[in-house]
């Protein structure tokens, strides 16, 4: 029960903030996708110890400055279809950008929250495994309260530009369990509007959760 907890908790850092969670970063192998991730996290991290930004007035700001380290290392519209699976198809191009969009924000009325609630998490960067031209695994431990959970991102190339695209922590994809519920609530084109307008509404009123 206490790790299904902190497996639950830890993806707030996995989904939308896991280059944020630490203050210290072990990189066990250089690579450039690697690097790339640590030299966010460093950018979050003085970010995350600034202690003109902790106060309450600057509290916007400060998010704003995570979302611009956040935003440039996941690519949310790759991360929507995948979510989405077969029935992306069904999307008009408005739709698919209406949903990307309000994908992101569920994430991160979903978990932005509990930035504040950091508790010495720290992330171990282990190694880089090709798994094809353009997409690789990094697979990282998280070490928090003295356990540690296996956490990798999917890293896709697109266009010259390397992007996470899925995190899988204790071998539970973020996406995959995103689309467990979209597809079920997606049986037919007729389905589409309603599921965005659910999504409105969370993203609206996100303190009523479900």
Do not use: C
């Not at 192998?29 to 950018?43: I, N």
């Not at 996406?175 to 519920?181: C, F, P, W």
Request: hydrophobic share 40%; glycine share 6%.
């Amino acid at each position: 029960m206490v790790r299904r907890f902190m497996v639950n908790r830890l993806f707030f850092w996995v989904v939308l903030l896991a280059p944020l969670s630490v203050w210290s970063v072990t990189v066990a192998q250089e690579g450039g996708r690697m690097d790339k991730l640590a030299a966010s996290v460093q950018q979050a991290i003085s970010i995350l110890r600034d202690p003109e930004l902790a106060v309450p007035a600057r509290r916007e700001e400060r998010r704003e400055m995570l979302r611009r380290v956040i935003y440039q290392e996941f690519d949310f519209s790759r991360m929507s279809q995948s979510a989405v699976g077969r029935a992306w198809g069904k999307f008009s191009p408005g739709q698919q950008q209406r949903f990307t969009e309000l994908f992101r924000k569920l994430l991160e009325n979903t978990y932005m929250n509990m930035i504040e609630r950091y508790d010495g998490e720290r992330v171990e960067f282990l190694k880089e495994v090709p798994k094809s031209d353009d997409l690789v695994l990094v697979d990282t431990l998280i070490y928090s309260k003295g356990q540690q959970f296996k956490l990798s991102y999917y890293m896709h190339n697109t266009a010259g530009h390397w992007k996470v695209d899925d995190v899988v922590i204790e071998g539970v994809s973020v996406v995959a369990n995103y689309r467990s519920q979209f597809q079920q609530a997606i049986r037919t084109a007729d389905d589409i509007e309603p599921l965005l307008t659910r999504l409105q509404e969370k993203v609206a009123n996100p303190q009523r959760g479900g």
